[in-house]
């Protein structure tokens, strides 16, 4: 007996076997072969599309750094500004009771003046620079303590205490200022 025809039909179905089951496998791999070729194609327009959006952010970064920096460095001459002038309040004030009780107990107020004059020169280097850093509420407050301010030939302790009233006012005042200014107020 010739068994061709049982060999050729066996092998046709293990053929057809085969090719079904690989069949899917092979299309995938030949779908993932042409998508790398034709990316390999294309590698350099992608390359330089890349290199395009990252000189752009790289750009757009150094702006933003800078930006950033810009207006932090604004704000901390904003901070110490604000922080010299409520040390001129602090600072003032003493000057002001250590007068009272000079004042009232008959004492030399020879240390105290000359502290309150110290004080008058920091004052005014503050009030030159209140125009460049605080807001201008802060630069119009500044000049209407500066014109309150009364200067006295005669140093009496009713004279004191009224400047050191006007200093505790614009303390407050300043305070506020300062919030807002320095965006602290929640």
């Known amino acids: 007996m010739d068994f061709n025809w049982v060999n050729d039909i066996a092998t046709a179905g293990l053929t ?56 932090q460095m604004h704000w901390n001459q904003k901070r110490e500004f604000y922080a010299d002038l409520l040390t001129y309040i602090h600072e003032s004030q003493i000057g002001y009771a250590d007068l009272i009780v000079a004042l009232r107990t008959g004492q030399s107020n020879k240390s105290a003046l000359e502290k309150l ?3 008058a020169g ?13 807001s201008a509420h802060c630069e119009s407050a500044l000049g209407d303590y500066n014109e309150r301010r009364v200067a006295s030939s005669a140093i009496t302790e ?27 107020n929640h």
Not at 122 to 134: H, N, Q, T, V
């Open 117 to 119: 004059r110290d004080q």
């Open 122 to 134: 920091k004052f005014g280097r503050l009030y030159a620079l209140s125009c460049i850093f605080p």
């Open 158 to 184: 009713e004279w004191a205490e009224s400047e050191a009233k006007l200093l505790g006012n614009f303390a407050a005042l300043i305070t506020e200022i300062a919030k807002n200014d320095l965006g602290l």
């Open 16 to 71: 057809l076997l085969v090719l079904w089951f690989w069949k899917p496998w092979s299309q995938a791999y030949a779908g993932e072969k042409g998508k790398n070729l034709a990316r390999k194609e294309d590698l350099e327009t992608i390359l330089a599309e890349v290199r395009s959006v990252t000189i752009t952010q790289k750009e757009i970064e150094a702006k933003l750094s800078g930006d950033l920096w810009t207006r």
